[in-house]
């Protein structure tokens, strides 16, 4: 059965700090490896990644993909107390295989 | 609507009784999927759609849960007699086409109690 690990479980960090959070999968008929932030109830999409090596940037939020070594990570730079949140990792096959999640919290 | 609603946003129901969420994908996408997520806990994936079908119901805890898709838009995700374990909030996404190659847009959840 396809399972995705993240790590760590959760994150404290004051504001401006870097976080790096990590993802792992493994794969059958892997398709694309998606990042979500999730503060509330529903989840908002960050990024999709279906290549290695390519890294997808938005403000201060990046991530890549390692598909040799079947890992993503995302990083937060100058992380900001509105980063606080949930964030998941999901392996796309035909549905979406959701890790546990990284709590972040960022303190001022 | 410009993103996928669903409906109730809050439930509370007696446990025993039968409960019916319903789900607006974003219009003109073609693949619809549900969630659960219980306290504390990740995402659980329950069932999708590709139109009409469900080619997927592996994710459905057990027979008392069923759902369904009618002209390739709303869907509802019926519960019977529900159970105390059922609490949990309910979420909807849906993506343009082909399952697995878009991602997923979320609605706001359904949060269903059962006491």
Known sequence: EDKVVQSPLS??????DTVTLNCSYEVTNFRSLLWYKQEKKAPTFLFMLTSSGIEKKSGRLSSILDKKELFSILNITATQTGDSAVYLCAQNTDKLIFGTGTRLQVFP | ??????????????????????????????????????????????????????PDKSGLPSD??????????????????TQQEDSAVYL?????????????YFGPGTRLTVT
């Open chain 2, 1 to 54: 609507g410009a993103g996928v609603s669903q409906s109730p946003s809050n439930k509370v129901t007696e446990k025993g009784k039968d409960v019916e969420l319903r789900c607006d994908p974003i219009s003109g996408h073609t693949a619809l999927y549900w969630y659960r997520q219980s306290l504390g806990q990740g995402l659980e994936f329950l069932i999708y759609f590709q139109g009409n079908s469900a």
């Open chain 2, 64 to 81: 008392r849960f069923s759902a369904e898709r009618t002209g390739g838009s709303v869907s509802t995700l019926t519960i019977q007699r």
């Open chain 1, 11 to 16: 994150l404290v960090v004051h504001e401006g």
């Open chain 2, 92 to 104: 909807c996404a849906s993506s343009p086409s082909e399952v697995g190659s878009y991602e997923q």
